[in-house]
């Protein structure tokens, strides 16, 4: 994949979001608004692309699965390294330190992922990055509160919903290799394919609520993402390559770490009571920074 095609697919992203400013700017979207759009897409959209990337892929044998979930647990292992230390070497108040716990941890393994693993390493790749986002999906509706809000604060009742119920069966299905009808995956497709382009409008609304300088002020931000995009992929580099992991898995594994921040951190921390400022400029400066890491880490590690 050329720099421009990374660039080309990085761009569609932010018009997606520049909509989503420009609908805050004029009125058309509002606070009230946003907090309703987040609980669509956590509570229906994101539920049924994560089903239906499922029912219509053409997964893997059962072997090459539990494979490559071996290689994600080291994936989570290496997040949680970074989480636990960098975080605390950083000034910052509780909640922004749990944004940046939240960012190292969930990177967007999907919406910027899928196609880029796509144009770099094929269908094959594509079906391991799925597999990886699986477990991440649960992960993110459960941990992800707990690392924005703290134990006080998080709310248990909310890991029973219909982002966990999604993820789970979706998991189950995967390794059961049960085959769901095709007429379902479908449908629930058609509802999904709406996730992608909502939520980076959503950003887009988020970030139009935030002073411009906010957004390239920090030093702490920065350096988070320079850890987010580039120290932490290499880092799972460094560790899956002694351990001869087949090419196209690492491939996976280190592009997906590469990724920026994921944007349903946004929509999270507005359903948890998180620091949703901090939020929305981790994804936005990562995002933007990705249009010059991404084609670095294809070309340096690939």
């Known amino acids: ?161 219909p982002g966990v119920c999604a993820s789970t069966l979706a998991l189950i299905l995967a390794l059961t290799r049960v085959r769901l009808p095709q007429a379902l995956g479908e449908t629930l497709a058609f509802v999904g394919d709406i996730t992608v382009p909502l939520s980076l409008v959503l950003l887009g609304s988020l970030l139009a609520e935030l002073p411009v300088g906010k957004l390239f002020n920090s030093p702490q931000l920065w350096i988070l993402t320079f850890v987010r995009l580039l120290v932490m992929p290499v880092a799972l580099w460094l560790v899956l390559r002694p351990l001869g992991a087949a090419p196209v898995m690492l491939g996976v594994a280190v592009m997906e770490m590469g990724m920026p921040t994921a944007v349903n951190g946004s929509m999270i921390s507005i359903e948890h009571g998180g620091d949703t400022e901090s939020m929305s400029r981790i994804i936005f400066v990562t995002t933007l920074a990705s249009l010059v890491t991404i084609p670095i880490i294809a070309s340096l590690l690939l």
Not at 134 to 148: A, Q, V
């Open 1 to 161: 994949m050329s720099f421009l095609d990374t660039l080309g697919e990085m761009l569609v992203l932010f018009f997606a979001m520049a909509c989503g400013y420009i609908a805050q700017k004029v009125g058309y979207l509002d606070v009230p608004a946003n907090r309703h759009i987040s609980r669509l897409l956590l509570n229906v959209l994101l539920p049924c692309m994560i089903l239906s990337s499922v029912i219509l892929g053409d997964l893997p044998e059962a072997s090459a699965i539990f494979s490559f979930l071996g290689i994600s647990v080291i994936f989570f292992l290496v997040e949680t390294a970074f989480l636990l230390v960098v975080p605390s070497l950083l000034p910052g108040s509780r909640t922004e330190k749990g944004v940046w716990r939240y960012a190292l941890f969930f990177s967007n393994t999907a919406f910027v992922g899928y196609p880029v693993v796509l144009a770099l390493l094929g269908q094959e790749g594509l079906f391991y990055a799925v597999i990886l986002t699986i477990p991440y999906n649960l992960m993110c509706y459960t941990l992800g509160p707990l690392l924005l809000v703290g134990a006080k604060q998080f709310d248990w009742h909310k890991v029973i919903s």
